[in-house]
């Protein structure tokens, strides 16, 4: 589907068969980022792995997160943060309080703020050429406050950090050694890695590794409930063709994972939650779209997956669940639409 929404030219990709070939075939083609106001202000003029423009800043920073921050051994040697938090969730559920990251409500709120001022219509974004436009909207100001709140946090969490140097294994100590070692075609500043980050009884990880129908839970879960329904926009760098339609220079390509993983030619009965669809299959999140496809792909599937493993399996395994009021399942209205 075409849209043109002001000066902006925008493709629409709904199905599975046209996302396979605009993220396989044309990859490299669709590979760049459009310059959204909102992400590029709050990730410091576009410096994190998923804004940046296509190019070789963005190919060091991604060989970084999955080479050093999220690789294999990195999740692993995680393990026990993971097992720790989680087991903090697991104690604030039951006693009403737990241990909290000194700076979580005000993140929090920033978090959703940005999300609100990024998400809603602004004009300005349909014009992007317009300059005017931005502050005229006020965008351009909420923004940049948001940004001026959010920037002394990463500040004292990156100095707690360097103060501690406890050598422990998580993403700010990672991304400090990495900046401190040196040797990079881009250097690794502090804006750089403050743009990184904006992304029963105790039982451990792996216990719960055989657990195969919860892991099937997780993916049909997130087939029909993708944490970004349209994922994060693509902009064409090269001329081409993508399903028959030319696509040129400068469209914006979104990609409606809602609607791929829903698409009745790929999916038999999509509309209905059958975990079992995931079993002895062989079916992979790159195949459908959770974590996004092609090159940018999201370098932290590893590390998600096992964060939602661990936290499912200990909420399952420590309460009894039931639904209120003694409803029963077939009762529930799942019914998705706009409420208030």
Excluded at 24 to 45: E, F, S
Excluded at 100 to 105: H, V
Excluded at 298 to 305: K, L, Q, S, T
Aim: charged fraction near 25%; hydrophobic fraction near 40%; glycine fraction near 8%.
């Amino acid at each position: 589907m075409h849209l043109q929404r002001g000066e902006v030219s925008t493709v629409v990709i709904s199905s599975a068969q046209m996302a396979g070939e605009a993220l396989k075939t044309h990859d490299v083609a669709l590979a760049n980022r459009p310059r959204i106001l909102a992400a590029q202000t709050i990730t410091y003029n576009s410096q994190d792995v998923s804004f940046s423009p296509y190019g070789g800043y963005w190919r060091q920073m991604r060989k970084i997160c999955v080479l050093e921050l999220l690789s294999p051994q990195n999740v692993r040697a995680t393990q026990a943060i993971r097992e720790d938090e989680v087991w903090k969730m697991i104690g604030s559920i039951q006693s009403a309080f737990g241990s909290r990251c000194t700076y979580q409500d005000q993140l929090l709120q920033l978090i959703n703020e940005i999300i609100e001022v990024s998400s809603g219509f602004d004009i300005s974004y349909l014009f992007p050429s317009k300059k005017f436009l931005h502050i005229i909207s006020g965008t351009v100001f909420k923004i940049k406050k948001l940004q001026s709140k959010l920037d002394p946090i990463f500040e004292s969490i990156i100095q707690e950090h360097k103060e501690a140097d406890s050598g422990e294994v998580d993403l700010v100590n990672t991304l400090l050694k990495i900046s401190a070692r040196g040797g990079l075609d881009f250097p690794l500043t502090a804006e750089c890695i403050k743009a990184v980050f904006v992304k029963g009884g105790k039982r451990k990880e792996h216990d719960f590794k055989g657990l195969n129908y919860m892991k099937a839970v997780i993916k049909e879960t997130l087939r029909l409930h993708p944490p970004v329904p349209l994922l994060l926009p693509r902009e064409c760098r090269e001329p081409g063709e993508t399903g028959g339609y030319d696509v040129s220079v400068g469209t914006r390509v979104l990609m409606n994972g809602w609607a791929i993983n829903r698409d009745p030619e790929f999916w038999e009965d999509p509309e209905s939650f059958k975990p079992e669809r995931f079993l002895d299959n062989g079916i992979e999140f790159v195949e459908y779209l959770p974590f996004g496809g092609g090159r940018r792909i999201c370098p932290g599937i590893a590390f998600g997956v096992a964060s939602v493993d661990l936290a499912l399996a200990q909420l399952v395994s420590h309460f009894d669940w039931k639904l209120p009021g003694g409803a029963k399942p077939e009762s529930l209205d799942m019914t998705r639409g706009l409420r208030y």
